[in-house]
């Protein structure tokens, strides 16, 4: 568009679209430029009503402020709040996750170490994953504890079973052992009784032999 034809101008105008499209690109090179004010420099640039150049911002999909299609700013709202919601719910995971970067004293390993071996005692594994549950930390973490503590844990059921074995077999070999100290005992004690018989036998004889 030429100077002479802006000046020439007055309202009720046809303009093309060509005409159209350069006004609303000027406004929103104003806006991005500084922010607001394209519409009233339009005006004043290319002697057209602010109501005309708003219907034809609005048709472009211009916000009239900002100079952005109003389809992405009203886009962009969403998308806002999501990622506010998404930072809220990520603080709110870091406020409710036992674990992250707490330190736990010795003691409070231990217990999380004593529980495991309890709970590998009875059920025979799954210890690791239950104290991971139930005190809402890591596997891994849960793992490194008893490494450094020297505790092993049954990795599964053939392990308890050799165990239970052992401990079957250990069981019995005390009762025998019992059984022979007590027969030990036994022996001890009548091999004095056939002493003392021996010793009244061996006294009784001598006296006889020496009345014959």
């Known amino acids: 568009m030429s100077s002479k034809s802006k000046k020439a101008k007055s309202l009720g105008v046809r303009y093309t679209p060509e005409q159209k499209k350069e006004i609303v690109e000027f406004v929103q090179q104003y806006n991005e430029a500084n922010g607001r004010g394209g519409q009233s420099a339009a005006v004043s640039k290319f002697k057209v009503t602010p109501i005309t150049i708003g219907a034809w911002l609005k048709a472009a999909g211009v916000s009239k402020k900002k100079g952005k299609p109003a389809k992405a700013a009203k886009a962009a709202k969403p998308a806002k709040a999501k990622k506010k919601a998404a930072k809220k719910a990520k603080g709110g995971a870091k406020k409710g996750t036992k674990g992250v970067g707490k ?101 009784l004889k001598s006296s006889i032999k020496a009345v014959i």
Do not use: C, H, P
């Not at 793992?143 to 401990?167: D, E």
């Open 103 to 203: 330190r736990y004293s010795a003691a409070e390993k231990q217990e999380v170490i004593d529980f495991v071996n309890s709970y590998n005692a009875s059920n025979g594994r799954g210890g690791q994953s239950e104290a991971a549950r139930k005190f809402n930390i890591s596997i891994l973490t849960v793992s490194a504890w008893l490494k450094k503590s020297g505790n092993k844990v049954a990795k599964s059921g053939k392990a308890v079973a050799a165990a239970k074995s052992s401990a079957k077999v250990s069981s019995a070999l005390t009762a025998k052992v019992a059984s022979l100290i007590q027969m030990s005992d036994r022996i001890q004690k009548a091999e004095l009784e056939l002493a003392k018989l021996r010793a009244g036998y061996e006294s």
